[in-house]
């Protein structure tokens, strides 16, 4: 009988040993082996660069519709177009004012250089009329101005032979003089005589005096015309240099304006929606036109976080990304990064609050099972952010010690 107390003795003793041991390497399993601690939110992918909506700034009716909802579009291709007769009309009237000023630039620098203009034969081939017309232009001022100063060379020439002619007067009337002085002194002659000879001598000099200061104001109206003529030339030459300047800083606007009524995609991109449908339509400046998702910008998923999570947030964590287009026991998650936390929490218009973050996806798209998928814009993800770790034993005391921290405190 005590033989067989002892054996169960021993074996209520093995087994209090083994449960111990058990127990004891769990504590220190506990202790040890960590868990990770995920911050769990729904999100969706979208383009780095978010949707693109397509504008026109002017407006106008719509002329040609090329594109639908779901096509992919390239860099620069056609969209829209819209009506451009009226843009169209405005750049050709300011190319035609444009050429009107040059052939006037032209015409002018030639005026005030004093030389006869000329045109280069491609602008004369595109421009004949309105070479013709600056060079009409041209000739009547040219022939006003010659007509001008052949009248006053003409007046001159006369009061040269004037000048001259009085002059000869002057000197017949000196040799008059000389003949006659001797004889009123010899009494010969009577001393009225020589009275009326030196009063003839100073008619004489004073219609010298008279006909040259008519030939020296005739002089400088003659210079002046000259002068003048170049001179207005330079002075409109300025003006209208200064007008062709104001112009041609202008014209980029119009050729953009007229450029515009052809919509182009910015990027390469998948045309998400298409707000315009009437080929005819009218559409407002600054309206809509399309909607497109870019195709080559880094993809991230804008995940929704409970206000009592976002605290265990920051950029750089880890996120597991799990798409439900994909099913997570075959294809596995893909690994990312949270790049980006909302300053502040948005509300929803169902009421709830929740804060934006961004996670990275990665650029070769391959799973944590080796899976190569493609992603697409709009798909839904399940993400779980690895915001720490903890050892199972701290998880496991976790309740003990928050009733601890809080026990006795309640009022």
């Known amino acids: 009988v005590k033989s067989k107390f002892i054996q169960s003795t021993r074996k209520a003793d093995i087994i209090l040993y083994t449960i111990a041991l058990f127990w004891l390497i769990a504590l220190i399993w506990s202790s040890v082996a960590s868990l990770e601690e995920v911050t769990r939110g729904e999100g969706r992918v979208i383009a780095s660069s978010k949707m693109q909506i397509i504008q026109n700034l002017e407006g106008g009716i719509v002329?040609?519709?090329?594109?639908?909802?779901?096509?992919q579009v390239t860099t620069s291709q056609p969209l829209i177009k819209l009506e451009d007769i009226k843009f169209k009309s405005e750049l050709l009237s300011i190319k035609q004012n444009k050429a009107a000023l040059e052939?006037?630039?032209?015409?002018?620098?030639?005026?005030?250089q004093g030389v006869t203009p000329e045109f280069e034969a491609t602008f004369e081939a595109n421009y004949p009329e309105l070479v013709g017309r600056e060079l009409e232009l041209y000739a009547a001022r040219k022939t006003t101005h010659s007509e001008s100063i052949e009248i006053l060379e003409k007046k001159l020439k006369r009061l040269k032979v004037q000048s001259d002619a009085a002059k000869e007067n002057l000197n017949l009337i000196e040799r008059e003089k000389n003949i006659v002085e001797p004889l009123v002194e010899q009494g010969v002659e009577a001393e009225m005589e020589l009275i009326r000879i030196?009063?003839?001598?100073?008619?004489?000099?004073?219609?010298?005096?008279?006909?040259?200061?008519?030939?020296?104001a005739n002089d400088a109206q003659l210079n002046a015309e000259r002068s003048n003529f170049i001179e207005q030339a330079r002075e409109k030459l300025q003006e209208v240099e200064k007008e062709y300047n104001n112009l041609v800083e202008s014209l980029p606007a119009y050729e953009d304006r007229l450029a515009r009524?052809?919509?182009?995609?910015?990027?390469?991109?998948?045309?998400?929606?298409?707000?315009?449908?009437?080929?005819?339509?009218?559409?407002?400046?600054?309206?809509?036109?399309?909607?497109?998702?870019?195709?080559?910008?880094?993809?991230?998923v804008e995940v929704e976080i409970s206000p009592k999570d976002i605290a265990?947030?920051?950029?750089?964590?880890?996120?597991?990304?799990?798409?439900?287009?994909?099913?997570?026991?075959?294809?596995?998650?893909?690994?990312?990064?949270?790049?980006?936390v909302s300053a502040d929490s948005l509300t929803k218009e169902d009421g709830s609050i929740w804060y934006l973050?961004?996670?990275?996806?990665?650029?070769?798209?391959?799973?944590?099972?080796?899976?190569s998928i493609q992603?697409?814009?709009?798909?839904?993800?399940?993400?779980?952010?690895?915001?720490?770790e903890k050892t199972v034993l701290q998880y496991l005391l976790q309740p003990v010690t928050k009733v601890a921290n809080e026990a006795f405190r309640e009022r």
Not at 285 to 295: A, D, F, R
Not at 357 to 371: F, H
């Open 198 to 216: 030196e009063q003839r001598m100073n008619e004489a000099q004073s219609n010298i005096l008279q006909v040259d200061a008519e030939i020296e």
């Open 261 to 300: 009524t052809l919509v182009r995609a910015p990027m390469n991109a998948i045309v998400n929606r298409l707000l315009v449908n009437t080929v005819g339509g009218v559409i407002q400046p600054g309206s809509p036109l399309i909607e497109l998702v870019p195709v080559d910008d880094e993809l991230v």
């Open 103 to 112: 052939a006037n630039i032209n015409i002018l620098s030639a005026e005030s």
């Open 375 to 388: 992603i697409q814009t709009g798909m839904v993800a399940q993400v779980d952010i690895i915001s720490g």
């Open 357 to 371: 973050c961004q996670a990275s996806v990665p650029v070769n798209m391959i799973t944590t099972m080796g899976k």
């Open 312 to 340: 265990y947030v920051i950029v750089g964590q880890r996120a597991s990304i799990k798409l439900t287009a994909f099913d997570f026991s075959k294809f596995g998650a893909l690994d990312g990064y949270v790049t980006k």
């Open 63 to 71: 002329e040609e519709i090329f594109v639908q909802t779901g096509d």
